[in-house]
């Protein structure tokens, strides 16, 4: 596929999810004011991870990517911005079984953090699977699931385990985080009840991936915190797999410390994304409180609004100009995710994984022919 027709792509989903929001998402009547802000540390936290969440979008290998970071990182190169990719290590990276949805596992030594982290839909082949609407049983037994999104988590779960397991073990992180933009929030919250069902009843011999590191004298609890992270990210279950999920969650932070596990969910204005499959199908969102961005701000959604996925937010007088005023499904974290695979495109295409002499030359001719980069 041409580098022209990839861009063109891009253009055509932005239009396509802000035609949604338009269509099928519902204006809350509740209105968020400055009450419901985050606190900055929180915002800060969220929007490092969402770039280990945007980088999966990448056509280059992104060990490659991380690895160069110092000479892809200058403005007008694609890792301009992304600071929390500095000094990261890629334990490992696979694709899934079905439709090759690809996910990393990395190292970051600053956090003494595992992030694991799931693509979104990038292949025709996964956004078959996106469609797949109709629900299946979980296997738990207790609620039913998007098929699509199973069939993708189904096909990842083997190679994600493993790796998460060979990163814990040569590692010994303090944290854990699943994260993923789109579909792969929705792979990353499956992933997540894997693991927490797995530490309330493990296989017989087996031992949970959550319980690699005890603490305490008598090993009650495990030294990991883990921090479930998604982005734009469409409704998964029912209800009925809603509340297993927050049992095990329960169930978790009451053997181990209500400050080992969290779990954020992050929408924004105009992303139509968060409004499906619609709630007439059955489904619903994991998430008891959403997080909403507009405005350059983030803001707690009341628990009771969690459904709703656009919101009037009071006005801020004298702040900064909003960047993005627009909205949209690529717009998280104060970044322009569509810039970014523009430029990963590019990079693409100058030989730089093949360590082309003039790879640099090549990419900057391309920046210039197109404004902005």
């Known amino acids: 596929m041409s580098v022209k027709r990839k861009l063109h792509l891009t253009a055509q989903e932005r239009q396509m999810y802000k035609w949604i929001a338009r269509i099928v998402a519902s204006y809350s009547n509740v209105q968020l004011k400055d009450t419901d802000r985050v606190p900055p540390e929180l915002c800060q936290e969220l929007s490092d991870i969402g770039q280990f969440a945007e980088i999966m979008y990448s056509g280059t290998p992104i060990g490659d990517l991380v690895k160069h970071y110092d000479i892809l990182s200058p403005p007008g190169f694609p890792l ?15 694709a899934g079984d079905v439709a090759n949805l690809p996910a990393t596992i990395f190292w970051r030594p600053s956090r003494q953090q595992i992030v694991v982290s799931i693509c979104g839909t990038k292949l025709a082949s996964q956004a078959l699977q996106d469609v797949r609407v109709l629900k299946t049983k979980h296997p738990s037994g207790k609620g039913q699931v998007h098929t699509g999104f199973w069939s993708l988590y189904a096909g990842l779960r083997d190679h994600l385990k ?41 296989a017989p011999g087996a031992r949970p991936l959550l319980r690699s590191f005890e603490t305490g004298s008598q090993g009650s609890g495990p030294a990991l ?26 169930l978790y932070r009451g053997r181990y410390g209500h400050d080992r596990l ?25 998430s008891l409180q959403p997080i909403y961005a507009a405005n350059n701000t983030l803001y707690y959604i009341p628990t009771a609004e969690k459904e709703r996925t656009l919101f009037h937010v009071q006005d801020d007088e004298g702040s900064n100009p909003v960047l993005f005023p627009r909205g949209g499904h690529n717009y998280y974290g104060g970044r322009d995710l569509e810039r970014l695979q523009r430029r990963l495109v590019w990079l693409e295409k100058s030989g730089f994984i093949n360590g082309h002499e003039k790879w640099g030359n090549r990419y900057r001719s391309m920046v210039e022919k197109t404004s902005p980069p």
Request: glycine share 10%; charged share 20%; hydrophobic share 45%.
């Open 262 to 286: 969290a779990e954020f969910s992050v929408r924004t204005y105009n992303d139509g994304v968060p409004a499906l499959p619609p709630l007439t199908l059955g489904y619903r969102h994991f």
């Open 80 to 94: 301009e911005g992304y600071t929390a990719l500095d000094g990261v290590v890629v334990e490992s990276a696979f």
């Open 225 to 250: 915190v883990i921090k479930i992270v998604s982005f734009g990210m469409p409704r998964v279950g029912d209800q009925a797999l809603v509340d297993h999920f927050h049992s095990l969650v329960v």
């Open 162 to 202: 493993a790796g998460l397991r060979e990163a814990l073990d040569s590692r010994k992180p303090t944290e854990v985080v699943l994260t993923g933009h789109s579909m792969g929030g929705a792979v990353a919250y499956l992933l997540g009840i894997d693991l927490l069902a797995e530490d309330q009843e493990p």
